[in-house]
């Protein structure tokens, strides 16, 4: 029998490679930066670009294009909803 840390996953084989991909992106598409900000779920971030509340871009300029924005904008985005702490 293979070794288990050899074999790829069933489940998502290219995951390396999405993992590796989200990292270098510059831009993200909606799903990646629901990723890229904790997991949160896709209609949060797609919600949140509706609002005005993210920053994006959308292909094509039309409301219903696909969403594109950038680490920074989620991160920046993320830090408009901390709570708590000394407020460094």
């Known amino acids: 029998m293979e070794p288990t840390a ?3 996953d069933p489940v998502r084989p290219d995951a ?6 989200l990292l270098d992106a510059e831009w993200l598409t909606a799903a990646e ?3 890229y900000a904790g997991n949160v779920g896709l209609s949060t971030i797609r919600e949140a670009c509706n609002r005005n ?9 039309t ?7 950038r680490k920074e904008w ?3 985005w993320l830090h408009r ?5 000394d407020g460094v």
């Open 81 to 85: 909803w901390t709570r708590g702490g």
């Open 74 to 76: 989620v991160t920046e």
């Open 33 to 35: 930066a629901a990723a």
């Open 16 to 21: 390396d490679r999405t993992i590796a991909r």
């Open 53 to 61: 509340e993210l920053r994006h871009v959308r292909i094509g300029g």
């Open 63 to 69: 409301r219903r294009g696909p969403i594109r924005t």
């Open 6 to 8: 050899e074999r790829e």
